[in-house]
């Protein structure tokens, strides 16, 4: 998909949600303040508005907060396993073999998730969930210089940054994500080769390093017969792999690194309730 579609794509997508930011602006001034900035540009700081006057009354934060820990607690509490691997076949649960192979895994992934941020993130979500009533949790990986699997990364996205599309099965398909970065921060994640001159000159600055640029992320379905019968347990390159995803820059569409590819679509939407509108109550991973 090329950057001129993505970022039409983005702005219809904000332009049909409008009314629904409506509300979720009263959410967030009353219930959730500073988990999100409708209506307001996030080019700087000084587009934070901290005073929030017409906050008086603290009952209705407290109680999401207590009901968001109370889920956390309940169901991905970090002192405690809460997830098992199993395989489907039954028959396959009756070799010690298998079962000691699948203890390996649990544990290895237990490690990983509590040595991440996850246990935050976690909670940042479900703060979006029990206000909102949709959240985003992102997952990345990090690696070490050589290339190895260091750990994940977690991130609970904004609501007022991210839109997606949907199959006729309710599935997502594609992910749009719109936000803001500065230059130094382009300059960390692709490095000096991968962003335009004058970005990697900001960086380098000693008083343009905080610049802000609007950035466009996008996850999404590559179509064409050489993507639909793709072995998604073989090794393949980026380019080659059945979903797509880019950086680039929204005013002028430059791109940022190189694109890449996914063998599965990284977000899940699970809709609490089959939504009458795209954006009902869910939750995307």
């Known amino acids: ?167 006729h099965m309710g599935n997502a398909i594609n992910f749009y994500r719109n936000f803001y970065w500065t230059s130094e921060q382009i300059l960390e994640k692709f490095g000096d080769k991968g962003i335009p001159m004058n970005i990697h000159d900001e960086a380098i600055s000693g008083n343009r390093s905080q610049r802000r640029h609007e950035i466009i992320y996008c996850v999404y379905k590559r179509r064409g017969g050489a993507f639909e019968n793709v072995d998604t347990f073989s090794i393949l390159e980026p380019d080659a792999r059945p979903f797509g995803e880019k950086y680039f820059l929204k005013n002028d569409l430059t791109d940022l690194g190189t694109e890449g590819g996914t063998m599965n679509f990284l977000y899940t939407y699970l809709a609490g309730v089959r939504p009458l509108v795209l954006f009902g109550a869910g939750l995307l991973l």
């Open 1 to 167: 998909m090329d950057n001129v579609k993505i970022r039409q794509r983005v702005a219809q997508r904000a332009g049909e949600r409008a009314n629904l930011e409506g509300m979720w602006k009263l959410v967030e001034q009353f219930i959730s303040p500073y988990r999100t900035m409708f209506f307001h540009s996030k080019d700087s700081e000084m587009s934070v508005d901290w005073r929030l006057r017409e906050l008086y009354d603290s009952t209705a934060i407290f109680a999401n907060q207590n009901l968001a820990a109370s889920l956390d607690g309940s169901l991905t509490n970090s002192a405690i396993q809460w997830f098992h691997y199993v395989f489907k076949e039954p028959e396959a649960m009756n070799y010690v073999d298998v079962l000691k192979w699948l203890e390996d895994c649990n544990r290895i992934t237990y490690t990983y998730l509590n040595s991440s941020n996850f246990g935050l993130e976690a909670n940042e979500l479900y703060l979006d969930l029990t206000s909102f009533g949709i959240g985003a949790l992102a997952q990345e990986e990090v690696s070490r210089p050589d290339g190895s699997l260091e750990g994940m990364a977690f991130a609970t996205l904004p609501i007022d940054e991210w839109y997606f599309d949907q199959d």
